[in-house]
């Protein structure tokens, strides 16, 4: 019944945007810490962005800061993440994660994952 479904994923050019959501069913995102993770071909899966129960705490990995917004609307039990300039090796499948302790940047701190939601940036 604890379910994440990712969204807005698709081909963008170089320089473009994308708006990914998280939707939560099943259960209510205001007591989880919610962070976004991506997997490209042939390589491990890394942590993007993590954004805190109430919103008020968020980090960035180095490779997408400037460039990523995380944001949760707990209303709507959907977290978000825009990506702006966006670069062709932000291409990969992008995850979104809960847990019910703190964003540690790492997947193996995560408790519950979406499926995925495939991002490719290319002309």
């Known amino acids: 019944q604890l379910q994440l479904v990712e969204s807005g994923g698709g081909l963008v050019q170089p320089g473009g945007s994308l708006r990914l959501s998280c939707a939560a069913s099943?259960?209510?995102?205001?007591?989880?810490?919610i962070g976004w993770f991506r997997q490209a071909p042939g390589k491990e899966r890394e942590g993007v962005s993590c954004i805190s129960t109430s919103g008020g705490s968020t980090n960035y990995a180095d490779s997408v800061k400037g460039r990523f917004t995380i944001s949760r609307d707990n209303a709507k039990n959907t977290v978000y993440l825009q990506m702006n300039s966006l670069k062709p090796e932000d291409t990969a499948v992008y995850y979104c994660a809960a847990t019910v302790y703190y964003c540690s940047g790492y997947p193996s701190g995560m408790n519950y994952w979406g499926k995925g939601t495939l991002v490719t940036v290319s002309s």
């Open positions: 099943g259960f209510t995102l205001d007591y989880y810490a």
